[in-house]
């Protein structure tokens, strides 16, 4: 029997005090699971593509570094301030329909640097984008 560990904070509630940023809703991102260590997140595909009606290689990126990003801040602390200095990202296959999954696991949590590899599957399960993303944390501000 699993038991709930009341030292750790609730995230998905911190979360949703925190919204979705303007970035967020126009993408219609949304976050499943959250933690600094595992962030997982859907993108509808419709309403985030090219032209030519496939999901804009773009679109996985924002996706890639809001669960990034946000895993950071989860890690840093809500006094914290958290800045995006790189990400990139291998796109696979294309998506032309549905919903995308990313989720976000982290390599290293440090005191001012935060890497995490991003996978984003379809909804066949076929991964279509390799994203990694490093994120500083920046020093607190009175």
């Given at each position: ?33 959250a ?39 989860l ?58 993303i490093?994120?500083l ?6």
């Amino acid at each position: 029997m699993a038991t709930f560990d009341s030292s750790q904070p609730d995230f998905m509630e911190i979360l949703h005090k925190r919204g979705r940023g303007a970035l967020g809703e126009k993408m219609d991102i949304r976050i499943l699971e959250a933690s600094p260590e595992r962030m997982v997140g859907t993108m509808p595909v419709e309403g985030n593509t090219q032209p030519i009606g496939l999901l804009h290689g773009g679109a996985s990126l924002v996706l890639a570094e809001t669960l990034g990003s946000v895993a950071t801040q989860l890690h840093a602390g809500v006094h914290r301030r958290i800045v995006g200095i790189e990400i990139n990202g291998t796109h696979h296959k294309s998506a032309t329909s549905g919903l995308v999954t990313g989720v976000a696991t982290a390599i290293t949590l440090g005191k001012t640097l935060c890497c995490h590899e991003v996978v984003i599957t379809n909804e066949a399960g076929e991964r279509i984008c390799t994203a990694r993303i490093t994120n500083l944390i920046l020093a607190e501000r009175s």
